[in-house]
């Protein structure tokens, strides 16, 4: 059933900033001589009511949504309407989780390590599905992050790559924050690198496609430097509401 518009005013405002960021998109797109449609979009829902998410698939077209723990999108899954959706884990994912989320998601975003690959391998196997990831890189080296080390990630690729039922589609990374544009961008374009230097390697179980960078505050510089996944939560729904 279709949300009704006249319920609440935020589900305009989310229609709204999704056109926005649509926009903002197939410009950034377009000056960079890409195709717009080559850029996917995914609705962040982090601590998002039901309601809002309903509204941005069934009213707004979101076909793709991003959740960052296993519990919130379990607890929230049976309310969601979402055929037709993809549906991406992006947050941290302990390895005893693994059981859980494996069969809800079309893609863990967030393999941040050799071990937990690993475990999403064993499992797809039990399964007998193929399980799709990304890798994360932890491009500025912060010890607040999760993510592949840049070192021990180029090490680990040969490992990755012999691991059954795991076919990894490309890389995702959070940047640091900085304090201008260019340091910004220097992430990214180190990212870009990675992901063409790997991608033109013929490692058995890699497909790259996706390279997932991009928040609400930086998608548009993110796409500027390769991006073709981002993943917006904030500039959709408006400032999280942690409970």
């Given at each position: 059933m279709i949300t009704n518009l006249s319920d609440d005013p935020k589900f305009e405002i989310i229609s709204e900033n999704l056109k926005v960021i649509r926009n903002d998109i197939t410009e950034t797109a377009?000056?960079?001589?890409?195709?717009?449609?080559?850029?996917?979009?995914?609705?962040?829902?982090?601590t998002v009511d039901v309601k809002y998410i309903n509204h941005a698939i069934e009213n707004?077209?979101?076909?793709?949504?991003g959740e960052n723990k296993v519990q919130e999108f379990l607890s929230k899954k049976d309310s969601l309407s979402l055929k037709g959706v993809e549906k991406h884990l992006i947050g941290h994912l302990q390895t005893n989780k693994v059981k859980k989320i494996l069969p809800e998601v079309d893609m863990i975003q967030s393999v941040d390590s050799l071990r937990l690959?690993?475990?999403?391998s064993a499992e797809a196997v039990k399964l007998g599905v193929e399980s799709k990831v990304l890798l994360e890189v932890n491009i500025g080296g912060e010890d607040s992050k999760t993510g592949f080390d840049k070192t021990a990630f180029m090490e680990s690729l040969d490992e990755i790559s012999k691991l059954p039922a795991l076919k990894v589609k490309g890389l995702m990374t959070i940047p640091p924050i900085c304090e201008n544009t260019l340091e910004l961008e220097k992430y990214f374009s180190m990212m870009y690198d990675y992901y063409n230097e790997i991608k033109e390697k013929d490692f058995e179980n890699f497909d790259f496609e996706i390279l997932s960078m991009g928040m609400s505050g930086d998608?548009?510089?993110a796409i500027k430097h390769g991006s073709n996944?981002?993943?917006?939560?904030s500039a959709i729904f408006g400032a999280r509401v942690y409970k």
């Open positions: 377009i000056s960079g001589g890409r195709n717009p449609e080559d850029v996917r979009l995914m609705a962040v829902t982090k707004c077209g979101v076909d793709l949504i690959a690993a475990a999403i998608y548009k510089e996944l981002v993943r917006v939560g």
